[in-house]
Each structure stands twice: as structure tokens, then as C-alpha cells.
């Protein structure tokens, strides 16, 4: 089309060129114009299939939503792995949901692999890979990651929220000796005192779910006697 109409433009110039020598410039601004319509046209043909594309990833955007919303993982986990294939570029968002959604289904490889990659852009990756690790009861692989952090931490403000996590996974994982023990210990290197009460809030916290997880004493009639 372009090229007939390219030849259909030259030929209008050609002839208009046997006429009087002053209508010349009005013609190149003719030819000029008709050059900015073609390549407006190409521009518009050359956009379709951008604005298809992006509908689709939209149209499988809302459809993983709505599977999610509604419960339905699987369909959720397929509608969002398809509009990756249309717009990686919405990998830094999809990610995160292709975590939550595989560790909801107990299906920790999967899980595991895309926390791998939100943990390369996350501001703290061994606590949020801790965080993945602990939610798929994989407590020894937590406490290792976390381990691991404090050790690179630079400072005790760094260090302080890694130690509040270590200790919620030590609890999670049935240990809530070794909780406490974690969080005297980040009470005694606090940065500051408002660190220090924050930790000893936490500590009583810890203390009154095991008194509520222990039950109330006996009363004095039924506990047994020991001679």
C-alpha cells in the first residue's frame, strides 16, 4: 500500500512539475505532507499488535485476581505463570504472588525457586527467605538463613529485627526455651532503650502465650502428692 501510494504521490509531482515553475514549493510541502501521513499510518499498523499484547496480559492479570480471590490456586498460579510469558517486565509483582500462592498449596520447590528471585530485588532477602522457609515448616533452613544474617549484620540495629524473627521461628518450631533465650539475649545488646523495651514487650508476649498454651495450675486437691 505504501509503495502504491509512494508511486501514486511521485507521479502527481512529475506531472504537476510540467506546470508553472511557482507552484514548485507547494508541491514539495504536498509531497512532505503525504511522507508524514504514510510513516503516521506504518506507526498506527506497527502499534496494533503492541496494544493486543498488552491487553492480554491485562485480560490474565484480572483473571489470576479474581482465581486468587476466589480460592481457586491453581487457576491463579496457571493465569499469572501465563502473563509472565506475556510481560516478564511484571515479574517484580507476579513473583511475590507465585510465592504465596505455592506455599498456601504446601508445595515448597516452586515456592522456594520464586522466593529465590524476589529475594534478589527484596531490601532484606535472608529475612524474607526465612520468613518462606518458615511458612513451609522448614524451620532448620530458617534459623540457618537467619543465622546467617546476623552474622553479616553490621550493627545491633540491623541485628535487632533479625533476632525478633529468629526467636518467632524458634517458637514456631516448638522451642519457645531457646525464643526466650534469643530475645534476652537481644534485650542485653539493644542499641538503645527503646530497642530494649521493644524486645522486653515481645519477651512478655512470649511468656503469656506459654502460660495460656500451659493451661491453669491444678487446684490444690487434685495435684498429686509426692511423699
Same mark, same amino acid.
Given at each position: ?135 513451609? !515448616?522448614?524451620?532448620?533452613? %530458617?534459623?540457618?538463613? $537467619? &543465622?546467617? =544474617?546476623? *552474622?553479616? @549484620?553490621? +550493627? #545491633?540495629?540491623? /541485628? ?13 518450631? !516448638?522451642?519457645?526455651?531457646? %525464643?526466650?533465650?534469643? $530475645? &534476652?539475649? =537481644?534485650? *542485653?545488646? @539493644?542499641? +538503645? #532503650?527503646?530497642? /530494649? ?31
Amino acid at each position: 500500500m505504501i509503495r502504491i501510494l509512494t508511486k501514486t504521490r511521485a507521479a502527481a509531482i512529475k506531472g504537476a512539475g510540467r506546470g508553472l515553475g511557482s507552484a514548485r514549493p507547494m508541491m514539495r510541502m504536498a509531497g512532505l505532507a503525504c511522507t508524514a501521513l504514510l510513516l503516521a499510518g506504518a506507526g498506527a499498523v506497527g502499534s496494533a499488535p503492541a496494544a493486543t499484547h498488552a491487553a492480554a496480559a491485562d485480560t490474565l492479570a484480572r483473571r489470576a485476581a479474581a482465581a486468587e480471590r476466589a480460592g481457586r490456586l491453581r487457576d491463579a498460579v496457571a493465569a499469572y505463570t501465563a502473563l509472565l510469558k506475556q510481560d516478564t517486565a511484571a515479574e517484580p509483582v507476579v513473583a511475590s504472588r507465585l510465592v504465596e500462592l505455592h506455599v498456601r498449596l504446601d508445595e515448597p520447590v516452586p515456592a522456594l525457586a520464586w522466593a529465590a528471585r524476589v529475594a534478589r530485588r527484596h531490601p532484606e532477602p535472608a529475612a524474607f527467605l526465612a520468613g518462606v522457609y518458615a511458612r513451609l !515448616g522448614l524451620f532448620t533452613d %530458617a534459623e540457618m538463613a $537467619l &543465622r546467617q =544474617a546476623l *552474622r553479616e @549484620a553490621p +550493627d #545491633a540495629a540491623r /541485628r535487632l529485627p533479625l533476632m525478633w524473627q529468629l526467636a518467632e521461628t524458634q517458637e514456631q518450631a !516448638g522451642d519457645s526455651g531457646a %525464643a526466650r533465650e534469643t $530475645l &534476652r539475649l =537481644a534485650q *542485653r545488646t @539493644a542499641g +538503645d #532503650a527503646r530497642q /530494649r523495651e521493644a524486645t522486653e514487650r515481645r519477651l512478655e508476649t512470649l511468656r503469656a502465650r506459654q502460660t495460656i498454651k500451659a493451661g491453669p495450675d491444678p487446684a490444690p486437691e487434685q495435684r498429686e502428692e509426692h511423699p
